[in-house]
Structures are given as C-alpha cells and as structure tokens.
C-alpha cells in the first residue's frame, strides 16, 4: 500500500515493475491467440475512470516500447467488441475499469488466472466511489490466484483508515509505504484561499481570469486552468457563462459521452482550449502538463479531494497555483483547510483561522501531531498513538512509519527522494538500530527481486 504526494511518479512505481516482471518472467501469452478467444493477461491495473485508465495505458505502452509485452485497456463507454478483437491479439498487461472487466470475464473475454501482478490506482478513491462490491467479485469470486500467489499494489495520494481497512482485505502481511507530505500537498503549489459569497462567484472568476491574461498566463497551452465545480448541472452552466465573457472553456463530467470526454480532454492538453471546467471526473490520476492555475470554485466536501484537485498543478517539480473559493458553506472543511496550507508552508489568512475556530474544533484539531495525521498518509494498523519522526532530503520530508512484528519492524527509507531511489540507512530495525548501506541494499534485493545497488523503494517487488 503505497501512499505519495500528487506528480511524483505513482504510476511509473506501478508500471515499471510490471513490465519488469513480464519481460523476467516471459510473456504468457499464447502463440496463436486466434485459436484462443480469451485473454490471459499477466499484469491488471484497475483504474476508477476511462480517462485514467486511458492515461495509464499510454504511459505503460511508453514503458514497454520495443519489448514483447503487449499492453491493452478497457473501459466502459467505448465499443465493447473493437476492445474485444484488441484482447483476442494476446495482452500482457491490462488496464481497466472494474465495470467493463467484470463484463468481459462474465463473457469468457477474460481470464485473470495467469495474473501475477494486480494494481488499484488511486484506489480510495475506487473503494469510496462504491466499486468496493465489483472489486470483492473480480478478487474473490472469479478466477484470479489467491493474495500469495500474486504481488497487489495500491497507489494514492491519500488513504484515510476507514479504506486502509477496506483495502487490506485485498492484501497480506503487506508493507505500508508513505513517501513525501503523504496525503498532504506539495509546497510547489501556492494555496490562495478567497472569501467569495455564492452569488458573486462568477463576477468573482472572470475577474481573476482576466487577471491572469494580462500576466500572459492563461491562453496558451504553457498557462492552462482548471476550475472545478461540485455538480455536472454546474459544470455546464459556468462552461456557457466563461463562452458568453468571451472565454475559450469547455466542460467535462461523468454524464458526457465517452467520445465528448475525450475530446474535452485532447483540446485541452493540447491549450487549444485552455480553459476546463471539471467535475472530480478529473480530480484523480490526470497528468495535464502545463496546469499553471486549479481554482476550486466550489469547495469539496472532503480534505482529500481537495489535495487531489490541487495535485493536477504542481506536478514533477514545477510550480504551480491553486485558488479557492470559500464561504459560510464551507466552514466545516476550515480546520483542515488551515492544517493543510501550514504543512505546506503556505500563509494562511487571518478570517480562515477565525472561521476554523468558528467551526468548534480548530483548536483541538491544531494540538493534534501534524506529521502523525497526515489525511491518510499514516498506517492504521499502527494506531493514533504511534510516534513519528519526520526526516527530510533535497526533494521530500518522510515519517518513519513501521510495520511488520515482533522483532522485525522496518521504517520507510529516511533518505529517498520522489521517486523512491534509496540512499545508505534506508531500513530501521527496531532491535538492531540503522543498517548500513552494505546491509541495506542486500535487505532490499532479498525482498524484491528487483533490487540494484540502490534498490527501487516505490517500484519494488514487495507484495
């Protein structure tokens, strides 16, 4: 269970292994797929939107170019039998959305018995959105091997306890791996917080994006925004509103067909519209490169939706700005908000304080041990009275979270950066102090497989 910030290589910590793994082990694909009508894929990576899925399935594709590994997606909203005929050519690795793959498997399309290697990407996010029953029939009810005779993977930014014990029905004995603000947001991103009542939102908006043209930065594609609304029926109307003021906007959210969607998303990538209003839709996963700006003008209703929509700026060590847009409604997000902005390092205004203690527990939510809470970023099995200790590097600060038991509990590495390269004293043993380097890096390789002299933290082989 692998919990990082927003942009810092999640899905190439999943990918890479993966390909990895296959091209070790050897395809398993069948040498004349034709005579076989089924898929037996070695890789699964479950994704909770088309677009993610599609995102992930172009990058593994990047990863595996020029190798014998075939990769493939599938998802809903896109013809059931072009995916089909996809499949029949033999895949490796295969991407999905739990809904189209349990039609497929019901449908002899698929088999999940050769599966090695199972990833959920930003899978609290898959566990809340109500895709917990498909899961628990795709892993427990159909034909893939057991937790043992399989490495599971689960990547986010966040993981608040109530889905860490969801999800560790979907694993054993597994490692808990937190690198960098887990669960918190990067301090690349500038958090500005702006009072605005409801009926002056729009007035409100345009005002700042005119702003933002005569500072050169929206209208290209190095200068893209995304706004984020809470309802389609709101995505909509304020797409209609920004065309009308003379703004090239378009909207994307969970009720526009998968062809519209697509295409929302190519025009904006490509900052031929640069501007996109988005339900969550677009909240998780999404690497746009070239968000400069994410307004949240309605507020989420949870802290770690909102770590997730400020993450499309900000990605692999650019900066970048998010600015909400908050009132009375919102008081209720108050004290995490300002907990958040003072992880990050950001100012936070005098009236946003105010409204935290307004809301009855800013005070108790302040004396609370930061670095020990950090919206998911801490292993539940270990409890809220566990004691941290914080280490930083050039690129990351980490907490020393422990699992396993008895005499053998290990640290995360104090001394990796984003993307999880370890450096010397990267295991802590509860009984015998740090490892040296020589030890760690032969502790590593023992347990992963994959390991060189420095050992891959994220992308390694740990089940």
């Known amino acids: 269970m692998a919990c990082a910030q927003t ?7 999943f990918c890479l292994p993966i390909v990895f793994g296959v091209l070790r082990e050897g395809s398993k694909r069948e040498r004349h797929p034709s005579s076989r009508r089924t898929a037996c894929p070695s890789g699964l990576v479950l994704s909770p939107t088309r677009e993610l899925a599609c995102q992930i399935y172009e990058e593994a594709k990047k990863f595996a170019y020029q190798t014998v590994v075939k990769v493939a997606v599938a998802y809903g909203g896109a013809p ?20 189209r793959l349990v039609d497929m498997i019901e449908r002899d399309k698929v088999s999940l ?43 986010s930014a966040t993981f608040p306890d109530d889905i860490q014990r969801l999800a560790s029905d979907f694993l054993s004995d597994y490692i808990f791996l937190a690198v960098g603000r887990v669960g918190s947001s990067t301090d690349l ?96 996963g999404l690497d746009i490169p070239h968000v400069a700006h994410v307004i949240n003008y309605d507020l989420p209703k949870s ?42 390092n950001q100012q936070v205004p005098s009236w946003l304080g105010e409204c935290a203690e307004q809301s009855g527990s800013h005070s108790h939510g302040l004396a609370r041990n930061r670095r ?56 802590l043993s509860a009984s015998h102090g740090y490892y040296d380097a020589a030890n ?5 390789n023992e347990s992963d497989g994959y390991g060189t002299s420095h050992g891959s933290v994220m992308a390694s082989g740990w089940e």
């Open 440 to 444: 760690n890096n032969s502790r590593a």
């Open 113 to 155: 018995r050769k599966i090695r290697y199972f990833t959920m990407d930003e899978a609290d996010r898959m566990l809340d959105m109500g895709f917990e029953p498909q899961i628990r029939k795709i892993v427990e009810r159909m034909d893939m091997p057991p937790s043992g005779a399989r490495q599971t993977m689960l990547f």
């Open 189 to 284: 991103i500038a958090q500005k917080v702006e009072f605005v009542d409801d009926k002056d939102k729009r007035s409100f908006l345009v005002d700042l994006l005119h702003s933002q043209g005569k500072n050169g930065s929206v209208g290209s594609k190095q200068g893209l925004t995304l706004v984020f609304v809470e309802t389609k029926r709101g995505a909509d109307a304020l797409e209609n509103w920004l065309l009308r003021s003379g703004f090239h906007a378009i909207a994307i959210h969970g009720d526009k067909v998968q062809m519209e969607r697509e295409r929302a998303l190519r025009s904006f990538r490509s900052g031929a519209i640069p501007i996109m209003v988005a339900t969550d839709v677009a909240s998780r």
């Open 372 to 427: 020990a809470n950090r919206f998911g970023g801490n292993d539940f099995r270990r409890g809220p009275k566990s004691s941290n200790r914080s280490y930083s590097s050039s690129s990351s600060y980490r907490d020393a979270h422990t699992y396993g038991s008895g005499e053998n509990y290990y640290a995360d590495p104090p001394s990796t950066d984003v993307y999880g390269y370890a450096a010397a004293d990267s295991y």
């Open 303 to 344: 802290i770690d939706d909102y770590v997730h929509r400020i993450g499309r700026t900000g990605r692999a060590g650019k900066s970048g700005l998010a600015t909400a847009f908050f009132n009375g409604k919102n008081l209720s997000l108050a004290t995490a908000l300002v907990q958040l902005m003072q992880e990050a």
């Open 80 to 99: 059931f039998g072009q995916q089909v005929r996809t499949l029949e050519k033999g895949v490796d690795i295969l991407v999905a959305t739990p809904g």
């Open 7 to 13: 942009g810092s290589g999640k899905t190439a910590a």
